[in-house]
């Protein structure tokens, strides 16, 4: 079993950042892929970004290709989400999701763990 718990979340301007974290306990983190996902009123869970579980891949939605990052710090437990250049489209839950494969995945369903969600809002 893995917890997972978002912290980071909050209130910017449009043009702002924000760094989401995720920080993980329980067993093993290390080769475990990670990804977020976002949750918009009204809408589907959607793919964000995903990293492998050595950093040697990551992948990106297309909506935020160029203005967001994802790394981890395996020695931490951890897995962030700097996002720079934020849009009011932005405005979400985000989650945190561990997938027990080493490889990432870019769909929910595949991953096996996930948080309670940090909320993120971006006023225009």
């Known amino acids: 079993q893995v917890q997972l718990v978002e912290s980071g979340g909050g209130l910017v301007q449009a043009g702002g950042s924000l760094r989401l974290s995720c920080a993980a306990s329980?067993?093993?983190?290390?080769?475990?892929?990670m990804g977020w996902f976002r949750q918009a009123p009204g809408k589907e869970r959607e793919f964000v970004a995903a990293?492998?579980?050595?950093?040697?891949?990551?992948y990106y939605a297309d909506s935020v290709k160029g203005r967001f990052t994802i790394s981890r710090d395996n020695g931490k437990r951890t897995v962030y989400l700097q996002m720079n250049s934020l849009k009011p489209e932005d405005t979400a839950v985000y989650y945190c999701?561990?997938?027990?494969?080493?490889?990432?995945?870019?769909?929910?369903?595949?991953?096996?763990?996930w948080g309670q969600g940090t909320q993120v809002t971006v006023s225009s």
């Open positions: 999701a561990a997938d027990r494969s080493p490889r990432p995945a870019v769909e929910a369903g595949p991953y096996d763990y």
């Open positions: 329980g067993r093993a983190f290390f080769g475990y892929a």
């Open positions: 990293i492998s579980w050595d950093s040697s891949n990551t």
